[in-house]
């Protein structure tokens, strides 16, 4: 029981050290970057485009308790959270806990 706890310690450790060497790298490095690049846009849009096949992914093809939840009630919530989304002026933290409050009201009214 103890080596399990040691390794998970270990990973902990070694993924805080590869998370914030590369945000420090990244600090270090800003300045020289120009934001309207087009190598700038290419990862910004590489970024995006990852976020979305991730949520898509979640949406359509669900693991674990989501899978049970209708797939209408799942993108339902996501066209509720969008729209939230311009809503609150793109704020990213009102349409988080909005998702998680209305697919939790709905799976217990259905």
């Known amino acids: ?6 390794n998970i310690i270990l990973v902990i450790t070694v993924t805080s050290i590869a998370t914030y060497l590369s945000r420090c790298l990244g600090v270090l490095s800003s300045e020289k970057i120009d934001e309207n690049s087009k190598i700038f846009r290419l990862f910004d849009c590489i970024a995006y485009s990852t976020l979305a096949a991730l949520i898509s992914k979640v949406v359509i093809f669900p693991a674990g308790y989501l899978a049970d939840v209708d797939v209408f009630l799942r993108l ?7 729209g939230s989304f311009y809503l609150f002026n793109k704020n990213l933290v009102y349409p988080t806990v909005l998702s998680a409050i209305i697919l939790t009201t709905l799976i217990r009214i259905i």
């Not at 029981?1 to 040691?6: K, W």
């Open 76 to 82: 339902g919530v996501v066209f509720l959270c969008v």
């Open 1 to 6: 029981m103890a080596n399990i706890s040691t």
